[in-house]
């Protein structure tokens, strides 16, 4: 079957889900969900190695690669209650970055095309740029928020002489118009950069940046619901970018840009799952998993449940049932009559 | 002196406590504590490496091995208070998990007839069939409460052809009566494992398993005093089973089925001292401790810990004296006049 | 230009800021803030690596090193808005820890009569007392507080038969008056040393000190108040001692003796700036950092970041304004005029 | 198609060979070589991980994993020029070492009686019984002699309370009479074990082994052309097993037994890549590669490359071409005229 | 002064050389060797990280950073002996290879136009194309031989749609006249790419690659006497490109694209030492050491020694004296008498 | 039993070996060997860690710790074969280096004087200093040669502004006419120290130093062969000190000055097997084995190897017979009547 094969390793899916081809479109008619994979790291202001990434993400499990997870909280299975598919790794080159996002965003823009929910395994965070502009051709520039997990505000101008690189896609979609910049809402930023000059454009655009002090003060939920509201007035969907180094490197070693003093692991995943619940999400991507920096797989676990969490959440908001994470896990009526 | 030796490394007893050895009653008549090693990893389903774990929980301190370790917080020195000896490792063999079960659950019930808390270090999880059973023939089937943190149920059924195995021993103590299935009382579950079926297998046996889910929305403390009161409900004692991949991967990555999201340290540890203080323990395990996917042994120290602080609440419980965690380390009135 | 060098690696600066040489006063006559490396691990009684520390926590930025660092949460450029230098390295000979304990004393004793702030870069934390002693000089005996971030209390008496190590420096400053026992605040402290004799001793000197059980059950920000109180009641200045191992090990494991159960990043960092904006500081160190013992270099980041955090918030106590951590990063009101 | 699965990943073949069904016998009817997978490490004294195996040996390259190797030295693609496919893992447990054995045998069997060499990824040294056994069936017991690398011998009686593990297949093979002991020809010992009495029982055997010192002293070129004498003098074939600590483990520290003083990869190559060619090989198994104590896969590459280098001799052997170890990789003699 | 500064760290130089400016010609109007570095991994196919190899090349010593370095073989201090001055990086970028290698010929030729020899510290072996490009605008297309140590010929046509990146460089410089197919020298090659229709375009090119099968058979000294000739028939000096990758990856693990069964370090050290003593160099470069993938800093303490024994058999040529190997360190004649 | 405990880790003996204590003779008075432990980093000049030497090279062995090990080679056991037991560990303060040195003295002498052979586990090769002269005061000043392995030539005057340090022990020796300059063998040295000075001064000593070339050139066996002539002229025992850094940092690089070109662990391995089986030892130290650099334990395995070849040597010294090392392991005559 022609498709993308995986650029860096062997030929696999995410969790053993199907194959598609991106060229075949009967291939994924019915898919819900199509991974893509976008090994590029080319835009890297310091580490690489995000190129790994697709392939960690897919396959860094103790579970079997069965196309299968049942989620305990939940109690929905994202991989079987969704047409979830998987069309490998689209073919890009570090040293063409040009190149390489023309590539990315013609996959993407075809996956979002047929109706399927793009969910892009990064790679370093340059493909937010073609991720997010592909799932705008789609449902129509400005009408898709980002929400955006982040250490770093991504809205340099110009780096090393050039337009592209990891650090500056933000400012690109906001220019093209693929996203208003009073939807773009960025959550986890803290550290020193940018400076006060990139932070006055970003406050020209009106864009919601909430920094790691704001949110320790205000505490997440609160931070979340009101990115939710804010998301959805005037838009139809969301895209839900999280670049892994939103997580305090002390937890998510594997990445290239590392700023201590983010989120925990828990914390991600609970707003990961709350948003994909309560928000219609037009695309995923999860970038910066650099396993060559990575200890133990645990940043290649933490990618992997990312997308898991996106799913699930997902899935349930299909289901429709309400969720309520003070229900208890079992309710202690079986289906054996009790003793 | 005839004892068990240490199977993978020099004989060495926890932190320098004293030796004894199970074919001599005589060597642990006044013990309070006897620390066993069950280095046994042969029923893991992914990551092997945790037959190291009772050499690195014994060893992995920078204080001296003089078998005393004074708590700050609880103002005792659990390895002085008791009398906690080390009987060393049940010899095992990782190709054949029916005899290695047998031979630690004779060890364990050795320990527990003796008057003695088991103490048994991990291994992996398979052990808490024998550890708890162990306990529980002398405390009478049923009679022995369950608290298990841990981030998978451990419930399964069947699994490579074998009803044994790091994933399902709860159900085999559950079936065989050791334990009573609701009083059975799991913290710290997430991730994708176990599917529908086992999961309405284990309301049927009326399990309480907090997800971590349920542990944010309501808090630890909340699920941990209530936890609690169930435990004591008509069962005279609790067996405390700590799988150390409840803490979240990033905190400690030495174990062989991480699941991100998980508890922080400090968390685990406040739980283990509370309910060591609060409820008569019969017996501790503390499993999946995975030496070759440590980093610069901080899970190590972490299982060491874990101990410890299990011990120190025993010995503070003895001792009777309440505890104030509000209270300063200090109280301002030393030994010599104020100034 | 003769200066210190750099002991253990190339001779660089704090993140490219200026250099200057100690016994050229004019080379540093306008700092606000001098740099010193002090790569001594001498003193220490497990894990050595903190020589190392010194260039790790100088160079470890995936930012250029270009002297300017933008504070995202106080929106104020540390490097830029303070004059900070960087004297190099005080030559010192683990070997030696008379010699060089002498030579670090004079290192900083230099920098306070200046006037600037010396930040030390250890090294373990044996510097503590050359480098409080030497600010005490300037200040007076006595008038300097110790806040002191720390997973032990480092006040042993006499180990390995030397009254000088990285377990001691405490005792050692109280006992020569350098700072009075009831101003020296202890915040962090856990595990299992030291033992009741030196707690007496510690109580005797109605020394404060929180342990991580109180810190939980009373919340950090309100310690940190009553912290603040407590230090600036009849002194004039604070000085910020941290131990990186005040940070729990598995977040943090570039350490030489790591306890678990400690702080998240997070929280130091933010207990850092919000010390640094509230108090007068007259003295920074960061101890302990042990690059042999890090992964992926998240430690030096870690300690990078205290530094700029520290160096921060002096810069904003200077500016003056207040500082509200619920406000958003942007205001919505940028240089253009609203769409 | 129903095959083996991989047990501890995504399901792959070696280097993208095709796949095949070891129950569905035309899947493999024309196939020189299948490679199939034994990952259990059940049966290991000291350090787990060579489950992993398996895995790492069939994926570890920076090639594209697309069913082609052209060897550089032989002038072969032993992928193309041999059918080669890959039947998957056979599913073991390691708790469950005599159940786990006899699906090997049944495995290894199945492909030696079809005609095909079977390429045996371990796994520990352990299924060096099954793997021989599975090709003595076919060709006959005592008619394969074995060419043994490995740095120990192999040759215990009961360890553990058992006949099985991986440091005893050799003298079962010799008792079950599947080899002549005096066919059974081990290359690279050395270190501490056995001792005196399993030397007398080898010697009774009229095993050879070549212990280092005899290598060093005599040159491997001369041992190997021994080797090979000795080999076929009435035996019909041979089958190498490559235990990966026969190379020292300086250079190959991803294994469970390491013991210094072996030779280097490129002598274990040319080894390898000789026999290949001069001898014919009736099956090969590559043991003892753990990958949780590689460093950067260099273990992991080494296994994948004394595969290729098996099967290049034996693409080279058929070719029937002579190989001269000093012709030039190229001969100046291209396809286009001199200049 | 303006310069280069150092991209991925610290503005530091080769072990303390005197630092020039490539745009201030009198800055190196005197200097015999110019170091630049070339921190570009843009072109790599498999692991990225060779931009960090700069930095580690440079720094990478436990002897002070001094600018001296008295050689014990040579009874030279190359860094003394000779003019060696840094100039820096020059400013690349991953994402654009095009732009990166003009960047770098510019700088290359502008060095070798000044009359002295660059030395140039990788990065990805891409670079080999603008550095020997760069030599050979000086000395003459065709002048110039390479001397090229390697596991892999990079010969490379297209790849990833691109005529450039680190496989390709060789087929390049031919195609260009930059260098003499006959006169281009590969030493070291293995493994199992490039294939046929590659190896019949190095034929055509008369090109001579000896790989390790080879050099084995026929000894490394036969060899590098054979190429020595052969480089100075009919050429004026040469190019030196090590690939850090010729070695061994057991014993040089950080690199990128490791193949197994490379030389060791201790073959390779003496051959740069003796090709630079013995022929005319007139560029040097050290590519492929990638220190993410590197343990314990082993691969980048290879390639400082690479660099320094070139220039210390550059000094000793310089010099003219004979070197004879057996001649022992110490000539008992010391600067006192005999006792 | 009163005895030095370990310092850094449980109390145990090199692999299970007697205990003994110094301040009670009779604990060893019947000792052919004694092993005592010299954790001392504090003379390091770089990467420290050589104090958690002695407990590695005790421990690490896949092996069981039992006081027994037959060599294969050699068809000894050491550790039966000879009456070896352990002292512990000499208490000594890396911050004191005087202190400890003088400590490391008293118990080496203390050994020497009893008859048996001091065999010291570094610590860095500061101890060499108290290692040799505790010999040379029992067999006399003068009368002891010392056969030196390392990368380095340790014959620094003042470093650090100190006498003493792990880069002039040599020097301090033969100063203090401990050892006679011209019986003072150096094999295997390289790299870029000492300078011309220190080698003149050596010179003058008529020091015999190996550099690297010499040894490649000459051959290994060649310079052994010399080196035990001279060393027996005119002294009557041996002392061989061991510097793990002698062998390539590429096999061994858990070490503190790595210095590449080194020789192979085999190399090193069979010359401290044939100086042992030939030369009368005095005393053996192994040094520099620094475990938080070390891999995987390869460098931990090597000095417990080293300790092991070497009593391997003086047991099968002891018993006489010659050795040869062509002969084959088994010799084909064992118990049983041949077939």
């Not at 991974?35 to 079997?64: C, E, W």
């Not at 079987?80 to 998987?86: A, E, K, Q």
């Not at 002390?250 to 991600?268: H, I, K, V």
Request: proline share 7%; glycine share 12%.
């Amino acid at each position: 079957m022609p498709r993308y094969g995986s650029m860096f390793g062997p030929d696999v899916t995410f969790l053993g889900v199907d194959r598609c081809a991106l060229d075949e479109p009967e291939s994924y008619a019915d898919a819900d969900v199509v991974v893509l994979g976008a090994p590029f790291d080319g835009g890297v202001s310091h580490r690489p190695g995000a190129r790994f990434g697709p392939q960690a993400i897919r396959t860094t499990d103790y579970n079997p690669h069965d196309g299968s997870r049942p989620s305990l909280a939940l109690r929905v299975d994202p991989l079987r209650d969704l047409r979830v598919m998987d069309a490998g790794d689209v073919e890009t080159f570090a040293g063409d970055i040009d190149g390489s996002l023309k590539a990315i965003e013609n996959a993407v823009a075809t996956i979002a095309t047929s109706g399927a929910v793009p969910v892009i395994l990064g790679g370093d965070h340059t493909i937010a740029l073609p991720d997010v502009t592909g799932v705008a051709q789609h449902h129509g520039f400005g009408r898709v928020a980002v929400l955006h997990f982040d250490a770093h505000a991504d809205t340099g101008d110009v780096e090393f002489g050039h337009l592209h690189g990891h650090g500056q896609p933000m400012r690109r979609l906001i220019e093209s118009g693929a996203v208003r910049g009073d939807r773009f809402i960025q959550i986890g930023l803290r550290g020193y950069w940018p400076g006060p000059e990139t932070l006055d454009w970003m406050a020209d655009q009106y864009m919601r940046s909430y920094e790691m002090g704001e949110i320790v003060a205000r505490g997440l939920d609160t931070v979340l619901a009101e990115a939710s509201r804010l998301a959805l007035d005037d838009c139809d969907a969301v895209f839900l970018s999280v670049d892994v180094d939103v997580v305090d490197p002390g937890m998510a070693p594997g990445t290239g840009t590392p700023e201590p003093g983010g989120l925990t692991s828990r914390q991600l995943l609970d707003a990961v799952r709350r948003l994909s619940l309560e928000l219609p999400i037009a695309g995923l991507e999860v970038v910066e998993v650099s396993p060559p920096y990575d200890h133990a797989e645990v940043t290649a676990f933490l990618g992997n449940r990312i997308v898991l969490e996106a799913l699930s959440g997902m899935a349930a908001r299909r289901r429709g049932a309400a969720w309520d994470p003070t229900r208890p896990l079992l309710d202690g009526r079986g289906t054996r009559p009790p003793r």
